[in-house]
């Protein structure tokens, strides 16, 4: 089992920036590829970013590509997303999640997902 708990979420204007927070707990945390998702109202679940086991390797939706950054700390057992330049389209709420299969985008394929940290963009 792994636990998962995000954090640092909140309301920011467009055009400025916010860094979430993904502690986990439980099994070994390098042993799993980590991702963020998010989910807007009215719309399905989407595939924001993923980082492999050892972070050498990361992908991106062409949505965020070039303003969010992924990247994990395996001795604190965390992983992050700086979100920058974000636009009202990016509003959503926010989950990371856990895979022990290799890199990938597929939401299916996280065994674990946390509890979500609401994003909010404003105009």
């Known amino acids: 089992q792994v636990q998962l708990v995000e954090s640092g979420g909140g309301l920011v204007q467009a055009g400025g920036s916010l860094s979430l927070s993904c502690a986990a707990s439980?099994?070994?945390?390098?042993?799993?590829?980590m991702g963020w998702f998010r989910q807007a109202p009215g719309k399905e679940r989407e595939f924001v970013a993923c980082?492999?086991?050892?972070?050498?390797?990361?992908y991106y939706a062409d949505s965020v590509k070039g303003r969010f950054t992924i990247s994990r700390d395996n001795a604190r057992n965390t992983v992050y997303l700086q979100m920058n330049s974000l636009k009202p389209e990016d509003t959503a709420i926010y989950y990371c999640?856990?895979?022990?299969?290799?890199?990938?985008?597929?939401?299916?394929?996280?065994?674990?997902w946390g509890q979500g940290t609401q994003v909010t963009v404003s105009s």
């Open positions: 999640a856990a895979s022990s299969r290799l890199l990938t985008m597929r939401g299916r394929d996280y065994e674990y």
């Open positions: 439980g099994r070994i945390f390098s042993t799993y590829a």
């Open positions: 980082i492999s086991r050892g972070g050498g390797s990361a």
